[in-house]
């Protein structure tokens, strides 16, 4: 389906006498709105204004029950679930999932416990290499081809993950020799969760390197991010974008705060790799030790239920404190986020970690709510939160316990806690992030 805009004939204002045309380029990204995922938020805030630095963009995304409300002109395609053809193969329902049909347990912390459930980890992971949305890219490579030899495409940019996206996009560039862009949210075999197995890692990295051969440009979130695609694409033009928020997520005037000291998570944990059990003691304690009052204290989940989570609340003897509540859309999210005292950012106990955004705590920036981070190591989390001022990174059960206490003393003297950013977080607005951008693209346009 193609839902145009007037954007075509658009004319872009550079500053010298007369007006440029605008330039074009191919999206190709299976997450964007009205998906909700974190992963849609970067190449919806790209598209949306990059038309104000002389591109404009097309969307090459999935088809789904709801059109963006984005005037970005789009095209949706069909796409063929493979995980469920592979249930059907096996003459698996497709109402549940394959660990609850062959009873492979869900844990915590991704451990496959048993020759059965190894094997069919293995053999998922080899079905569907790179990802489990590869039976979007026949359907994305025949749109797309009607789209560019019907007009004029300046530049392609993929944005992953799913790595099928960068699929799309290098057959594209072999087919029309158009100039491609590859975008990393997340790196692909070198991501810090990737947890395949080590036969199957082999074949992807070979397929990982023959398919970014093709690309122009290469760019990622982070500056550690992109020293490690440096030294795996040796040669290759590797540049660094931050994800961003969007100002006009926040309206002007922000929700009534809570009554209650009330620290909020929104997103998901990973299995519990993103733990939050440090927390969970840390406020157990400060209760016992009757440095905090557990009627004043609420500790918020909005996300997709883990099974684990209940049992570890409960452990901790937290149930009247933490609520978990299901997942929200994300303009109600938003909302839960601009009225908690707190917002809870938590990142995973590994060294790889370091060089990872999460795209949650640019979305808490736009919220302009302090953020407690719990887990992870010094890295860009951290310098991103000094720079900005916008909440306290800890390290450590001593640490957390120190700012846990003082955001709840400030809660108590003064019926909040107060929002200290600066002005330093007007360079990830999205409108910022989109100029970053465009200028990568007329580098690569003119190849």
């Not at 839902?3 to 964007?32: A, H, N, P, Q």
């Not at 394959?98 to 496959?112: A, M, R, S």
């Not at 001022?389 to 003393?409: C, D, I, M, P």
Request: glycine letters at 6%; hydrophobic letters at 30%; one cysteine or more.
């Amino acid at each position: 389906m193609f839902t145009k805009t007037e954007r075509s004939d658009y004319s872009v204002d550079d500053g010298s006498i007369g007006s440029t045309k605008m330039k074009k380029v191919l999206i190709v990204s299976y997450f964007f709105p009205p998906d909700t995922s974190i992963g849609a938020q970067r190449p919806y805030g790209l598209s949306k204004y990059l038309p104000e630095f002389g591109w404009e963009p097309i969307i090459l995304t999935v088809r789904r029950k709801m059109e963006s409300s984005n005037g970005t002109r789009i095209i949706e395609t069909d796409y063929e679930d493979v995980i469920k053809l592979l249930k059907s193969k096996l003459g698996l329902s497709n109402k549940s999932s394959l660990h609850e049909q062959l009873n492979i347990p869900i844990t915590k912390d991704f451990n496959y416990p048993g020759f059965k459930s190894k094997f069919i980890k293995f053999c998922r992971e080899i079905y569907t290499l790179p990802d489990d949305k590869k039976g979007w890219y026949k359907y994305a490579i025949n749109s797309a081809s009607a789209l560019i030899e019907s007009e004029k495409i300046d530049v392609i940019m993929s944005t992953s993950c799913p790595e099928t996206c960068h699929l799309i996009a290098s057959k594209l560039k072999q087919r029309y020799n158009i100039p491609w862009i590859a975008d990393f949210r997340d790196l692909w075999t070198q991501n810090h969760y990737y947890g395949k197995y080590q036969a199957v890692k082999y074949i992807e990295r070979k397929m990982e390197s023959k398919i970014l051969s093709g690309a122009d440009a290469l760019v990622t979130v982070s500056e550690p991010l992109a020293d490690i695609l440096r030294s795996s694409n040796r040669n290759k033009k590797v540049k660094c974008v931050t994800n961003g928020y969007d100002e006009n997520d926040f309206p002007k005037q922000s929700p009534e705060l809570t009554k209650k000291f009330t620290i909020t998570y929104t997103g998901t944990l990973y299995s519990g790799r993103r733990d939050p059990a440090l927390l969970f003691k840390v406020i157990r304690d400060l209760i016992t030790e009757k440095k905090m009052e557990q009627q004043h204290i609420e500790l918020r989940f909005f996300m997709e239920s883990d099974p684990w989570l209940s049992k570890e609340v409960s452990k901790y003897g937290l149930d009247g404190v933490v609520t978990i509540h299901g997942f929200l859309p994300r303009k109600e999210a938003l909302k839960k986020q601009q009225e908690s005292q707190v917002l809870l950012l938590l990142l995973w106990n590994n060294p790889k970690e370091t060089g990872v955004y999460t795209g949650k705590v640019f979305e808490y920036l736009g919220s302009r709510r302090p953020i407690i981070s719990v887990g992870g190591t010094k890295g860009v989390v951290k310098s991103l939160l000094d720079s900005t001022e916008s909440g306290k990174f800890t390290v450590g059960e001593q640490t957390l316990r120190e700012a846990l206490l003082q955001y709840y003393q400030e809660f108590r003297e003064t019926g909040e806690v107060k929002n200290r950013s600066n002005l330093n977080i007007q360079q990830y607005s999205y409108k910022s992030i989109a100029q970053k951008y465009a200028g990568i693209l007329n580098e690569v346009s003119t190849i």
